[in-house]
């Protein structure tokens, strides 16, 4: 059974910084692409940042460039947040994603690109 687990949420206030991790487990993904997103009650899920199956390329949205940062451990087979200056504009649920349809150098920026998804973890930042 595949499954994503994120830990590393909370409660933290502006300024501050997180880690959020994604532990895959029953698959790897070395050779696909992974992402965040995060979903604001009452929003769509949106894109946060991802990284490609292949190569090393990243990218994240305009909202968070400069503040977050993505990354992979393919041996523990996890992917990382890195959120610093957070905003009370960043409280969200923030889930992980992978997808298996894509083996190359894109980062997929699409909910519908991804089928795996983990339960979510909760961030709130107060201002």
């Known amino acids: 059974q595949v499954r994503l687990v994120e830990s590393g949420g909370g409660l933290v206030q502006a300024g501050r910084s997180l880690r959020l991790s994604c532990a895959a487990s029953?698959?790897?993904?070395?050779?696909?692409?992974m992402g965040w997103f995060r979903q604001a009650p009452g929003k769509e899920r949106d894109f946060v940042a991802g990284m490609a199956g292949i190569g090393s390329s990243t990218s994240s949205a305009d909202s968070v460039k400069g503040r977050f940062t993505v990354s992979r451990d393919f041996a523990k087979n996890t992917l990382y947040l890195q959120m610093s200056n957070l905003k009370p504009e960043d409280t969200a649920v923030y889930y992980c994603?992978?997808?298996?349809?894509?083996?190359?150098?894109?980062?997929?920026?699409?909910?519908?690109?991804?089928?795996?998804w983990g339960q979510g973890t909760q961030v709130t930042v107060s201002s």
């Open positions: 994603a992978a997808s298996t349809r894509f083996i190359d150098s894109v980062v997929r920026l699409s909910v519908s690109e991804y089928d795996y």
């Open positions: 029953g698959r790897t993904f070395r050779w696909n692409p």
